[in-house]
């Protein structure tokens, strides 16, 4: 597609369970970032990819949280043993250079843990 | 360490009237500067960016902002507002040293007919 692609774009899980948000970033995008954005707040920054390698992880929360892109295009964020304050809606965004670029973010993966 | 201020979480215009939101950042390094518009239901699209050069940029549907370094602050404005125009708006921050966005808590803009 023309645009980055996320799915799911709604996820409910319960507490305890492990939840796979997948994001397909555009085409020839080389940097790929995963944004957290909860309820009346500002994206989050979780992590950052250059290609294949997290440059930047300092964002995730805790090891429970853990993101890949194997090829360098699609990039799946892991979360184990999910908690209530994991629910938010988590945004992806793919860019063709960073700093100055401008990001491209997918419509976002609204995760409700219960 | 950089953050981004957005004074008004919700802001409130009539139809034709200015629009003006505000965004004050702090920043160790010169930083580069963006609005993000995000619509009901959308994804946050970029409406306008400073990186370098002219400190007045223009940016899509009508909205411009200023880079002011002595007031650390970036604004959003518009001289007439349309009810499209109803969205979140978000400054973020961007640093020459650095890969990270850093992004305002946003302010909701509402047009009254």
């Known amino acids: 597609g023309a645009g980055v692609s996320q799915t799911p774009s709604n996820k409910v899980t319960e507490k305890g369970k492990y939840v796979e948000l997948r994001c397909d970033p555009i085409?020839?995008?080389?940097?790929l970032y995963w944004y957290r954005q909860s309820l009346g707040q500002g994206p989050e920054f979780l992590i950052y990819?250059?290609?294949?390698?997290?440059?930047?992880d300092s964002g995730l929360p805790n090891d429970r949280f853990f993101a890949v892109r194997p090829e360098g295009s699609v990039s799946t964020l892991k979360i184990q043993r999910t908690e209530r304050g994991d629910s938010a809606v988590y945004l992806c965004a793919s860019s063709l250079e960073t700093n100055t670029g401008e990001l491209f973010f997918g419509e976002g993966s609204r995760l409700t843990v219960l | 360490a950089q953050s981004v201020t957005q004074l008004g979480s919700h802001v409130s215009v009539s139809e034709g009237a200015l629009v003006l939101l505000r965004c004050n950042y702090s920043s160790s390094v010169p930083p580069y500067l963006f609005w993000y518009v995000q619509y009901p239901n959308q994804g946050l699209q970029l409406l306008l960016k400073y990186t370098t050069g002219a400190t007045l940029v223009k940016g899509i549907n009508g909205f411009e902002a200023e880079f002011k370094k002595s007031e650390t602050s970036f604004h959003l404005t518009k001289p007439s507002a349309h009810m499209s125009d109803a969205a979140e708006y978000f400054c973020?921050?961007?640093?020459?040293?650095?890969?990270?966005?850093?992004f305002g808590t946003g302010t909701s803009l509402t047009v009254i007919p």
């Open positions: 085409s020839g995008h080389t940097a």
């Open positions: 990819f250059q290609g294949t390698g997290a440059a930047d």
């Open positions: 973020a921050v961007s640093l020459i040293t650095g890969n990270q966005f850093y």
